[in-house]
Protein backbone atom coordinates (compact mmCIF):
# COMPACT_ATOMS: atom_id res chain seq x y z
CA UNK A 1 0.00 0.00 0.00
CA UNK A 2 1.13 3.31 -1.48
CA UNK A 3 -0.06 6.90 0.27
CA UNK A 4 0.73 9.49 -1.62
CA UNK A 5 -1.00 13.04 -2.51
CA UNK A 6 -1.69 13.82 -5.57
CA UNK A 7 -3.90 16.33 -7.81
CA UNK A 8 -7.64 15.89 -7.75
CA UNK A 9 -8.01 15.19 -11.27
CA UNK A 10 -5.69 12.15 -11.21
CA UNK A 11 -7.57 10.84 -8.21
CA UNK A 12 -10.17 8.25 -9.49
CA UNK A 13 -9.57 4.51 -9.13
CA UNK A 14 -7.82 5.49 -5.70
CA UNK A 15 -8.37 5.29 -2.00
CA UNK A 16 -8.95 8.41 0.05
CA UNK A 17 -6.42 8.21 2.96
CA UNK A 18 -8.47 10.69 5.24
CA UNK A 19 -12.63 12.06 5.57
CA UNK A 20 -13.14 15.04 3.64
CA UNK A 21 -15.45 17.20 5.07
CA UNK A 22 -17.25 20.89 3.37
CA UNK A 23 -16.59 24.16 4.98
CA UNK A 24 -18.91 23.91 7.61
CA UNK A 25 -17.83 20.99 8.66
CA UNK A 26 -20.54 18.46 6.95
CA UNK A 27 -18.63 15.25 6.03
CA UNK A 28 -18.36 14.84 2.07
CA UNK A 29 -16.20 11.74 1.19
CA UNK A 30 -14.63 8.82 4.46
CA UNK A 31 -12.02 7.97 5.10
CA UNK A 32 -11.52 4.64 2.64
CA UNK A 33 -13.57 5.17 0.08
CA UNK A 34 -12.77 4.09 -3.50
CA UNK A 35 -12.72 7.04 -5.44
CA UNK A 36 -14.66 7.50 -8.99
CA UNK A 37 -14.93 10.29 -11.40
CA UNK A 38 -17.69 11.80 -10.60
CA UNK A 39 -16.18 12.32 -6.75
CA UNK A 40 -13.03 14.04 -8.69
CA UNK A 41 -15.69 16.33 -10.43
CA UNK A 42 -17.50 17.04 -6.88
CA UNK A 43 -13.91 17.65 -5.23
CA UNK A 44 -12.82 19.79 -7.64
CA UNK A 45 -16.28 22.17 -7.75
CA UNK A 46 -15.29 21.92 -4.00
CA UNK A 47 -12.11 23.87 -4.88
CA UNK A 48 -9.77 20.70 -3.54
CA UNK A 49 -6.63 20.82 -5.55
CA UNK A 50 -5.05 17.88 -4.03
CA UNK A 51 -6.06 15.08 -1.80
CA UNK A 52 -4.31 11.76 0.24
CA UNK A 53 -4.83 8.90 -1.31
CA UNK A 54 -3.42 5.36 -1.33
CA UNK A 55 -3.41 2.32 -3.57
CA UNK A 56 -2.75 -1.14 -3.80
CA UNK A 57 -0.10 -2.96 -4.61
CA UNK A 58 -0.18 -6.18 -6.01
CA UNK A 59 -1.09 -9.12 -3.07
CA UNK A 60 -2.96 -6.93 -1.35
CA UNK A 61 -6.98 -7.11 -0.91
CA UNK A 62 -9.12 -3.70 -0.39
CA UNK A 63 -10.35 -3.44 3.36
CA UNK A 64 -13.98 -3.81 2.35
CA UNK A 65 -13.73 -6.80 0.04
CA UNK A 66 -11.46 -8.68 3.11
CA UNK A 67 -14.17 -7.89 5.90
CA UNK A 68 -16.88 -8.95 4.09
CA UNK A 69 -14.90 -12.31 2.94
CA UNK A 70 -14.40 -12.60 6.20
CA UNK A 71 -17.63 -12.07 7.55
CA UNK A 72 -19.08 -14.18 5.17
CA UNK A 73 -17.25 -17.05 6.15
CA UNK A 74 -17.54 -16.78 10.10
CA UNK A 75 -21.15 -16.73 10.60
CA UNK A 76 -24.36 -19.14 9.95
CA UNK A 77 -27.88 -19.30 10.73
CA UNK A 78 -30.25 -16.62 11.13
CA UNK A 79 -27.84 -13.75 9.96
CA UNK A 80 -27.06 -10.74 7.41
CA UNK A 81 -23.76 -9.31 6.16
CA UNK A 82 -23.98 -5.36 6.20
CA UNK A 83 -20.77 -3.52 4.66
CA UNK A 84 -20.19 -0.57 6.97
CA UNK A 85 -17.98 2.25 6.56
CA UNK A 86 -14.08 2.80 7.88
CA UNK A 87 -13.60 -1.19 6.56
CA UNK A 88 -15.91 -2.78 8.91
CA UNK A 89 -18.40 -5.78 8.26
CA UNK A 90 -21.47 -6.17 10.42
CA UNK A 91 -22.99 -9.45 11.20
CA UNK A 92 -26.83 -8.83 11.69
CA UNK A 93 -29.47 -11.20 13.38
CA UNK A 94 -32.70 -11.35 10.72
CA UNK A 95 -34.63 -12.89 13.19
CA UNK A 96 -34.81 -14.11 16.91
CA UNK A 97 -32.24 -16.31 18.21
CA UNK A 98 -29.49 -17.23 20.46
CA UNK A 99 -25.67 -16.65 19.19
CA UNK A 100 -23.54 -19.84 20.05
CA UNK A 101 -19.53 -19.08 19.71
CA UNK A 102 -16.44 -21.21 19.49
CA UNK A 103 -14.42 -18.91 21.69
CA UNK A 104 -11.46 -20.30 21.01
CA UNK A 105 -11.53 -19.98 17.33
CA UNK A 106 -12.37 -16.66 17.94
CA UNK A 107 -9.44 -16.07 20.07
CA UNK A 108 -7.12 -17.58 17.24
CA UNK A 109 -8.68 -14.65 14.74
CA UNK A 110 -8.03 -12.24 17.03
CA UNK A 111 -4.47 -12.81 17.16
CA UNK A 112 -3.41 -12.21 13.17
CA UNK A 113 -2.16 -8.63 12.28
CA UNK A 114 -5.15 -8.07 9.59
CA UNK A 115 -8.70 -8.92 10.79
CA UNK A 116 -10.24 -8.63 14.11
CA UNK A 117 -13.77 -9.65 15.02
CA UNK A 118 -16.19 -8.63 17.89
CA UNK A 119 -18.66 -10.28 18.84
CA UNK A 120 -22.32 -10.67 21.31
CA UNK A 121 -21.32 -12.75 24.70
CA UNK A 122 -21.57 -16.75 23.96
CA UNK A 123 -25.37 -17.87 24.56
CA UNK A 124 -26.85 -14.37 24.28
CA UNK A 125 -30.40 -13.79 23.12
CA UNK A 126 -30.65 -11.43 20.37
CA UNK A 127 -33.48 -9.88 18.80
CA UNK A 128 -33.85 -9.45 14.91
CA UNK A 129 -32.18 -6.76 13.20
CA UNK A 130 -29.33 -6.50 16.27
CA UNK A 131 -26.27 -5.99 15.93
CA UNK A 132 -24.03 -9.44 16.85
CA UNK A 133 -20.63 -8.89 15.41
CA UNK A 134 -18.56 -6.67 13.63
CA UNK A 135 -15.45 -7.46 11.31
CA UNK A 136 -12.81 -4.99 11.40
CA UNK A 137 -10.02 -4.85 9.32
CA UNK A 138 -6.59 -2.99 8.98
CA UNK A 139 -6.76 0.01 7.23
CA UNK A 140 -7.15 0.17 3.68
CA UNK A 141 -5.87 -2.95 3.02
CA UNK A 142 -5.15 -6.39 3.76
CA UNK A 143 -2.53 -8.36 2.59
CA UNK A 144 -4.10 -11.43 0.62
CA UNK A 145 -2.04 -13.78 2.10
CA UNK A 146 -2.61 -12.94 5.43
CA UNK A 147 -6.63 -12.79 4.08
CA UNK A 148 -6.50 -16.42 2.26
CA UNK A 149 -4.84 -17.77 6.10
CA UNK A 150 -7.89 -16.63 8.14
CA UNK A 151 -10.05 -17.82 5.59
CA UNK A 152 -8.17 -21.43 5.38
CA UNK A 153 -8.83 -21.37 9.32
CA UNK A 154 -12.38 -20.62 9.14
CA UNK A 155 -13.19 -22.88 6.26
CA UNK A 156 -11.37 -25.77 8.05
CA UNK A 157 -12.45 -25.54 11.32
CA UNK A 158 -16.16 -24.12 10.63
CA UNK A 159 -18.12 -21.01 11.02
CA UNK A 160 -17.25 -19.35 14.72
CA UNK A 161 -20.37 -17.91 15.20
CA UNK A 162 -24.10 -19.36 14.97
CA UNK A 163 -27.56 -17.81 15.08
CA UNK A 164 -29.39 -20.17 15.90
CA UNK A 165 -33.13 -19.08 15.58
CA UNK A 166 -35.51 -19.32 18.29
CA UNK A 167 -39.13 -20.55 16.54
CA UNK A 168 -41.99 -20.84 18.12
CA UNK A 169 -40.43 -21.48 21.75
CA UNK A 170 -42.35 -22.70 24.81
CA UNK A 171 -42.07 -22.91 28.47
CA UNK A 172 -43.58 -25.52 30.68
CA UNK A 173 -43.37 -24.39 34.23
CA UNK A 174 -43.26 -27.33 37.45
CA UNK A 175 -43.72 -25.33 40.70
CA UNK A 176 -42.99 -27.37 43.79
CA UNK A 177 -43.03 -27.29 47.69
CA UNK A 178 -42.56 -30.09 50.24
CA UNK A 179 -45.82 -29.04 51.69
CA UNK A 180 -48.23 -27.21 49.00
CA UNK A 181 -47.21 -26.77 45.46
CA UNK A 182 -49.58 -24.14 44.93
CA UNK A 183 -47.87 -22.58 47.74
CA UNK A 184 -44.33 -22.01 45.01
CA UNK A 185 -46.39 -21.19 42.25
CA UNK A 186 -47.82 -17.91 44.51
CA UNK A 187 -43.85 -16.89 45.30
CA UNK A 188 -42.63 -17.46 42.01
CA UNK A 189 -45.03 -17.10 39.07
CA UNK A 190 -44.27 -13.04 39.14
CA UNK A 191 -40.83 -13.58 39.20
CA UNK A 192 -41.47 -16.07 36.02
CA UNK A 193 -43.28 -13.91 33.76
CA UNK A 194 -41.03 -11.22 34.30
CA UNK A 195 -38.32 -13.43 33.24
CA UNK A 196 -39.82 -14.78 30.26
CA UNK A 197 -41.17 -11.41 29.74
CA UNK A 198 -37.77 -10.70 28.71
CA UNK A 199 -37.66 -12.96 25.47
CA UNK A 200 -41.48 -12.32 24.49
CA UNK A 201 -42.84 -15.56 26.28
CA UNK A 202 -44.84 -16.38 28.81
CA UNK A 203 -45.30 -20.21 30.55
CA UNK A 204 -47.95 -22.33 27.97
CA UNK A 205 -47.79 -25.18 30.42
CA UNK A 206 -47.69 -25.42 34.43
CA UNK A 207 -48.40 -27.68 36.97
CA UNK A 208 -48.40 -27.54 40.87
CA UNK A 209 -46.91 -30.62 42.96
CA UNK A 210 -45.82 -31.44 46.19
CA UNK A 211 -42.41 -32.96 46.44
CA UNK A 212 -42.86 -36.37 47.16
CA UNK A 213 -41.46 -38.99 44.35
CA UNK A 214 -44.77 -40.16 42.72
CA UNK A 215 -46.36 -36.65 42.64
CA UNK A 216 -43.20 -34.97 41.11
CA UNK A 217 -42.85 -38.03 38.39
CA UNK A 218 -46.63 -37.46 36.83
CA UNK A 219 -46.02 -33.98 37.00
CA UNK A 220 -42.60 -34.09 34.87
CA UNK A 221 -44.13 -36.86 32.69
CA UNK A 222 -47.60 -34.60 31.82
CA UNK A 223 -45.01 -31.29 31.23
CA UNK A 224 -42.71 -33.48 28.86
CA UNK A 225 -45.62 -34.63 26.56
CA UNK A 226 -46.38 -31.71 25.72
CA UNK A 227 -42.95 -31.49 24.71
CA UNK A 228 -41.69 -28.05 25.21
CA UNK A 229 -38.98 -26.25 24.71
CA UNK A 230 -37.68 -26.53 28.28
CA UNK A 231 -39.29 -27.28 31.38
CA UNK A 232 -38.22 -25.25 34.15
CA UNK A 233 -38.64 -26.58 38.02
CA UNK A 234 -39.43 -23.95 40.50
CA UNK A 235 -38.75 -25.70 43.83
CA UNK A 236 -39.22 -23.69 47.21
CA UNK A 237 -36.61 -26.05 48.39
CA UNK A 238 -32.27 -25.92 47.48
CA UNK A 239 -32.00 -29.52 46.58
CA UNK A 240 -28.76 -31.38 47.84
CA UNK A 241 -28.34 -32.62 44.59
CA UNK A 242 -29.43 -35.22 41.87
CA UNK A 243 -30.15 -37.75 45.07
CA UNK A 244 -32.93 -34.69 46.05
CA UNK A 245 -36.14 -35.07 45.28
CA UNK A 246 -36.36 -33.13 42.19
CA UNK A 247 -33.09 -35.12 41.03
CA UNK A 248 -34.89 -38.62 41.68
CA UNK A 249 -37.76 -37.71 40.02
CA UNK A 250 -35.61 -37.03 36.81
CA UNK A 251 -34.49 -40.13 36.62
CA UNK A 252 -37.62 -42.51 37.38
CA UNK A 253 -38.73 -40.41 34.22
CA UNK A 254 -35.68 -41.88 32.64
CA UNK A 255 -33.76 -38.30 32.21
CA UNK A 256 -29.80 -38.03 31.96
CA UNK A 257 -28.16 -35.81 34.35
CA UNK A 258 -26.33 -33.52 32.43
CA UNK A 259 -24.37 -31.01 34.67
CA UNK A 260 -25.31 -30.59 38.86
CA UNK A 261 -23.59 -27.43 40.22
CA UNK A 262 -23.18 -24.28 38.11
CA UNK A 263 -19.85 -21.67 38.65
CA UNK A 264 -22.57 -18.98 38.47
CA UNK A 265 -23.79 -17.35 41.21
CA UNK A 266 -26.53 -16.50 41.28
CA UNK A 267 -27.52 -20.10 40.40
CA UNK A 268 -24.52 -22.10 42.00
CA UNK A 269 -27.28 -25.36 42.61
CA UNK A 270 -28.41 -26.03 39.06
CA UNK A 271 -29.26 -29.33 37.91
CA UNK A 272 -29.74 -30.13 34.14
CA UNK A 273 -31.38 -32.97 32.93
CA UNK A 274 -32.42 -34.11 29.70
CA UNK A 275 -35.27 -36.54 28.74
CA UNK A 276 -34.91 -37.26 25.36
CA UNK A 277 -34.25 -34.24 23.68
CA UNK A 278 -36.27 -32.15 25.89
CA UNK A 279 -34.48 -30.43 28.57
CA UNK A 280 -35.16 -30.04 32.35
CA UNK A 281 -33.70 -27.46 34.94
CA UNK A 282 -34.10 -27.01 38.33
CA UNK A 283 -32.36 -23.75 39.54
CA UNK A 284 -33.71 -23.16 43.57
CA UNK A 285 -33.49 -19.67 44.48
CA UNK A 286 -33.62 -18.48 41.26
CA UNK A 287 -37.30 -17.63 41.35
CA UNK A 288 -36.88 -14.98 44.43
CA UNK A 289 -35.50 -12.07 42.11
CA UNK A 290 -36.15 -10.97 38.68
CA UNK A 291 -31.93 -10.19 38.71
CA UNK A 292 -30.41 -12.01 36.40
CA UNK A 293 -29.23 -15.75 37.08
CA UNK A 294 -28.10 -19.10 35.72
CA UNK A 295 -31.09 -18.91 34.38
CA UNK A 296 -31.30 -16.03 32.22
CA UNK A 297 -28.09 -17.51 31.02
CA UNK A 298 -29.21 -21.06 30.05
CA UNK A 299 -32.66 -20.35 28.28
CA UNK A 300 -31.48 -18.86 25.02
CA UNK A 301 -30.13 -21.65 23.64
CA UNK A 302 -32.57 -23.68 25.29
CA UNK A 303 -35.32 -21.75 24.17
CA UNK A 304 -32.92 -22.17 20.43
CA UNK A 305 -33.75 -25.61 21.22
CA UNK A 306 -29.94 -26.46 21.25
CA UNK A 307 -28.85 -28.91 24.17
CA UNK A 308 -26.21 -27.21 26.50
CA UNK A 309 -23.25 -29.49 27.67
CA UNK A 310 -21.64 -30.01 31.01
CA UNK A 311 -19.01 -28.96 30.01
CA UNK A 312 -20.44 -25.92 28.45
CA UNK A 313 -22.17 -25.07 32.20
CA UNK A 314 -18.33 -25.52 33.47
CA UNK A 315 -17.32 -22.50 30.51
CA UNK A 316 -19.59 -20.41 32.33
CA UNK A 317 -17.45 -19.46 35.25
CA UNK A 318 -15.77 -17.01 33.18
CA UNK A 319 -18.05 -13.86 33.56
CA UNK A 320 -20.49 -16.00 36.11
CA UNK A 321 -20.21 -13.43 39.19
CA UNK A 322 -23.53 -11.74 38.14
CA UNK A 323 -23.65 -10.25 41.43
Not at 130 to 143: G, L, N
Amino acid sequence: MRAQTVDVREAAGRILCCTIFRAGGKKLLAKGHLISEEDVQLLATEGLEKIWVTELEEGEVAEDEAVLAVASEMACGAVEIRLAPGGRANVMATEDCCVLLDDDLLRQINCTFSIVIATVANFSFARAGQRIATVKSAPFAVAEQELEAVRSILRERGPLLQARPIREPSVALLYSDPLQGERARQLFENIVKQKLERFGLAPQFSLCAVEEDAALVRAMQHLVRARPSVVLVASTTAPAGPADAIGRAMTQIGCHLEKFLAPVEPGNLLLLAYKNEIPIVSAPGCYRSAKPNVVDLLLPPLLARYRVSGWEIACLGHGGLLS
